[in-house]
């Protein structure tokens, strides 16, 4: 499966909601703090927003709700590839999508077989904090070098001009948050990122 080059990510189904009629065509669900049941809840809505507008749908962490659904992509973080279980995502032909920041991380993914590979912060980013500094454009071309021809993914601190020498580095899609959610127009800038990516 192709993935499309802009790859927001939203914290529940009312951004999904007003973000995917303008054309985003694969989105994260990023929804935290849900106990399964409500989990379920938001996942199904994704899903059904995501058939609706021909958008690929990616769930994060909550795998569990995500194989209830019938979904077809979950992203996991290094902590949440703890507690998952990978083979019965596997055994419901879920693909998979893996955080890294180091090369231990990337190994680990490998390992997995993961159907793509996520690297951050690519640039200082505000969404969390984290213990690793900023991975640069060499980390992404040297994690292209040695993921070949599976996708990567640059994510943390992205904007449209960032996004550019990240392709340019290697990178197959870019992951946006901020740039989007903070924005004072998230709809024009969505449109914006739509435009310079595709």
Known sequence: ?????????????????KMLPLGVKLVQLRAKDLDESAALSEVIAARDLCAKHGAQL????????????????????QED?????VPALRRHGI?????????????????????????????PTILKKMKWHEQGLDRVREWKELIGERPLIGIGGMTIE??????????DVVSVVT?????????????????ATR
Request: overall charge negative; some cysteine; hydrophobic content about 45%.
């Open 1 to 17: 499966m192709t993935l499309d080059r802009f790859y927001p990510i939203f914290e529940d189904c009312d951004w999904l909601a």
């Open 58 to 77: 990616i769930v994060n962490d909550h795998w569990k709700a995500a194989i209830d659904a019938g979904c077809d992509y979950v992203h996991l973080g």
């Open 81 to 85: 590839l703890d507690t998952a279980d």
């Open 95 to 123: 693909r998979l999508g893996i955080s890294t920041h180091d090369r231990a991380e990337l190994d680990r993914a490998l390992s997995l077989d993961a159907d793509y590979i996520a690297l951050g912060p690519v640039y």
């Open 162 to 171: 960032r996004a550019a020498l990240v392709y340019a580095a290697g990178a």
């Open 179 to 195: 740039d989007i959610t903070l924005n004072a127009d998230p709809a024009s800038q969505t449109r914006a990122w739509i435009e």
